[in-house]
């Protein structure tokens, strides 16, 4: 069955410090795959996505993440925090369906709270 | 460009109202979703629209109708709300495979 798992509920960081949010998915082919952020109080906003080619893939605010398809993961990181990141993060896998019906498969997500 | 529009943003309904989530988006996209999102849910689609004309049920349909009125509006029901239906509701649209353009979202609660 196709799913998404994000294995973090929270995660609290200081900032300026690294962070690494994980993703693994299980998918029958070739994943698109998807981090998006959404603000407290806010709609989602892509952060960043994977089609094909280069594994490692650069997103806005400073995100990036890579895709490992022998670990079927798409773990998303960013070298050093700020305290506007605290937000919630979600991995996204698609699309399923056929046509123009396409879907995503959604993780429950990650919460983040970044500490002064 | 206003990219997708939701209204209301906050609502409060008594059990057994019913109400229409409105949804607009100037993006010329053909597809567009209706998702709630509950603490520890994640996002869970409740009906999506492939194209103008065409909706279809998602994982949570149950207690919710949808109108695709045309290729910019995508409009959610409740029909007789529930305490249940307590949410946020997100509508969406699609800028590509896979790839999606969220509203800021409705805030329901019901009593």
């Known amino acids: 069955a196709q799913s998404v798992t994000q294995p973090d509920i929270h995660i609290t960081v200081s900032e300026g410090a690294s962070l690494e949010l994980r993703c693994n998915y299980s998918y029958g082919a070739t994943p698109y795959l998807f981090w998006y952020v959404q603000s407290p109080g806010q709609g989602l906003q892509l952060l960043l996505k994977y089609f094909s080619g280069d594994t490692l893939v650069q997103g806005i605010k400073g995100f990036e993440a890579e895709f490992k398809r022998s670990q079927s993961s798409f773990n998303l990181r960013k070298p050093s925090v700020h305290w506007s990141d605290a937000a919630e993060y979600f991995c996204?896998?698609?699309?399923?369906?056929?046509?123009?019906?396409?879907?995503?498969?959604w993780g429950l997500g990650t919460s983040l709270a970044v500490n002064p | 460009n206003a990219g997708v529009t939701q209204t209301p943003k906050f609502q409060v309904l008594k059990t057994g109202q019913s109400m229409t989530l409105q949804c607009a988006q100037d993006m010329n996209h053909n597809s567009m979703y209706w998702y709630r999102q509950d603490p520890g849910m994640g996002l869970r689609l409740i009906y999506y629209s492939a194209s103008e004309g065409t909706t279809d049920k998602g994982e949570v349909p149950n207690g919710y109708n949808v109108s695709r009125l045309n290729k910019r509006e995508f409009s959610l029901r409740l029909e007789s709300a529930a305490p249940s239906q307590t949410s946020v509701y997100f509508c969406a649209s699609r800028i590509s495979p896979g790839e999606q353009f969220f509203g800021p979202g409705t805030r329901l609660t019901v009593l």
């Open positions: 996204a896998v698609g699309p399923y369906g056929a046509g123009n019906n396409r879907k995503l498969i």
